[in-house]
């Protein structure tokens, strides 16, 4: 939470927040993409360098204005019909995202979210609820609470808030599914963390998530001293760390 805070003051003035790149996205079958600047966490698979690690010294502020007309152009030229933010953590700069919601829900484009969903109370995930075209996707860093503190930086404590951000985001009506790291896991955990999961929705849909092994990333794992079981090369295919 310090972390973010901190990111806070260096990526937000006001309504503005800084951004590196606005892009289109092969994922989601083609999807309109904001890179934002600035995280929360400090995760060893993460392929976002200079704009997570020096967030006061990069990127550039906009406007909410100007990140929706940015991304919709992109959207219209590629025939998208899905809008995101993307790069680091999009929940940071809160009065910024809310603004860009309300704009994108003056269009048809659907919205997703991807969040490790550290910041997202109660109140948030009530003023999240607002936005009709709103899709949330939580991305759980690890299974459980040791291997997220592993893999993040943080304090093993972060992990229960990425579970009550769930919960938060459902009990507002949000439309939510989970997606876990699941390369740092043997199948016992991935199964434990599956029951609870349950638990707090039957329904739930799980997506299984595994780490590419871009070159920053390599390093990172390395200079970690982790190695993941399963890993992918940035053509998709299943490879181990060098």
Known sequence: MELAHRTEKAVTKGILRKYY?????????????????????KCVFCWSGFPRDSPERSGRYYSPEQVSEKLTSIAEKRGYGQLRV??????????????LLELVDETDYEFILETSGVLIDKEYADQLSKSRN????????????????RLTGSTPE?????????ENLL????????????????????NRLLLRLREIKSSLYV???????????????KTAGIKP?????????????P
């Open 171 to 190: 009990d507002a009506g949000v439309s939510t599914h989970v997606a876990v790291m699941k390369s740092f896991s043997c199948e016992e955990n991935f």
């Open 21 to 41: 790149r606005f892009r289109p996205s092969a994922f989601y079958g083609g999807i309109s993409t904001a890179d934002c600047v600035g995280c929360a966490l």
């Open 86 to 99: 993307s790069g680091n953590e999009p929940t940071i700069g809160k009065e910024h995202l809310l603004r």
């Open 207 to 221: 997506e299984e998530e595994y780490v590419t092994l871009y070159p920053l990333v390599i390093e990172r794992l």
């Open 134 to 149: 709103l899709h949330v996707r939580i991305c759980l860093k690890g299974t459980h609470k040791e291997e997220f503190s």
């Open 229 to 241: 079981f399963v890993a992918y090369d940035r053509s998709g295919k299943s490879c181990k760390l």
């Open 158 to 166: 972060g992990f229960e808030l990425q579970l009550k951000a769930l």
